[in-house]
């Protein structure tokens, strides 16, 4: 593994001085919008893994994208070749149709401390709820990015990061009852410890995620990408476009027929997917 080719495959072509916060803001940028997210190897009969060589090449030497093992593993191992100290967490996705937490950790982000002070870098959420920039570790403290307003919050037992969004203005009155429009302007997103993790902890809940018919990566095929002025998101055969306003986001929705899925994914990802797959969208608790 290479790390001048990974920063080449995120579009970092500077050449990188010394681990600080600006170029920690910037390699994280770089890769949100450079690397989708996605799960569409748990749909074409391959596999997601959880060793960090098959990862790289994937992500690094096939142009393809990765679920948040896949992502943040690898800006893991990025950062640390950069001389970044940083250590692997694990956190619980906010469920909005339960209106609670899962039960289990399924969720891998990265803490890195800079002169003393923590940030959490998170490379693989997706969508609406995609951080730009690594957020800092203080308590209730609001951090304004281009998708909205983050906070983190600790109540003595957990982390909580939450966003103020904006509102959503549906150009085809045909999505607006859609149920991937997620119209709450305040989203929790996720919670999370500060007891660091290792590789392993992620194994069984990866297999999981998987197999288990119920799970969401099982349910949807997702393919997100941050852009300059706003996402793009490809669930199921439905395609969002969303572009960030002052007061509001503007989503451009549409239906992709099958045979178009592919050119898609090359057009609006600059993604190639080997085997082919069939869109799912059946009922979760994903939303752009």
Known sequence: MDLRE????IGFTSQFSKPDLDSLFT??????????????????????????????DKIVKSNRGGWCCENN?????ALKEMGYKSTILSGRVFNSLEMDFLPSD????????????????????????????PLELISGKDQPQPPGVFRLKNNSEKWILEKTGRKQLIIDNGFAD???????LIKTIYCFTLTPRVVEYFLKMSVMLQTNPNSLFMLKTICSLQTATGFRALIGWTYSEVTFKEDSDSVEMKKIPDDEIEAVLKEKFNMVVINKFTPKNNKAFYSV
């Not at 990974?6 to 495959?9: D, V, W």
């Not at 450079?34 to 997601?48: A, M, Q, W």
């Not at 593993?73 to 191992?77: A, D, E, G, M, R």
């Open 6 to 9: 990974y920063l080449n495959r």
């Open 27 to 56: 390699i994280h940028k770089l890769h949100v919008m450079s690397v989708p997210f996605e799960n569409l190897s748990v749909h074409n009969g391959e596999k997601n893994s959880m060793d960090l060589h098959v990862i790289y």
């Open 73 to 77: 593993l690898l800006f893991s191992w």
């Open 106 to 133: 399924s969720h891998l982000i990265n803490l890195v401390e800079i002169d003393g002070k923590q940030y959490i870098a998170d490379v693989s959420f997706g969508v609406s709820c995609q951080i730009w920039y």
């Open 178 to 184: 859609s149920g991937l429009v997620d119209k709450r």
